[in-house]
């Protein structure tokens, strides 16, 4: 394990220090807890847009989507425990899909 000094402002170090002497830990361990959390939901946050941006260019190439009533149906049964196709992928004509392209290619996104 390497090591890293961090400069904390005193106000901030008494905070942190009240906080995990409450929760039975030392600071260093609730910095590393609190460091951990932030990383993870920070990655879950990149990998969230990346999959939005993988979707998005798939809809530009296949003009391929699911409407909203579809998913939520499909949603709706499998909280019911029930055991649903998956809703099938609808198409956009051409002239839907090169307004989209034309949209994406305005905002910088195609």
Do not use: C
């Amino acid at each position: 394990m390497s090591t890293t000094t961090i400069r904390l402002p005193e106000d901030l170090r008494s905070r942190v220090e009240a906080v995990a002497a409450t929760q039975g830990s030392s600071m260093h361990a609730f910095m590393l807890e609190a460091i951990a959390e932030v990383t993870e939901r920070m990655e879950r946050r990149q990998d969230f847009h990346a999959e939005g941006q993988r979707r998005w260019k798939k809809l530009l190439k296949t003009g391929e989507y699911l409407t909203h009533d579809d998913v939520r149906a499909y949603a709706m049964a499998l909280a019911k425990g029930e055991n649903p196709t998956e809703p099938p992928a609808r198409k956009m004509n051409a002239d839907e899909q090169a307004r989209l392209r034309a949209s994406a290619r305005r905002l910088g996104d195609a």
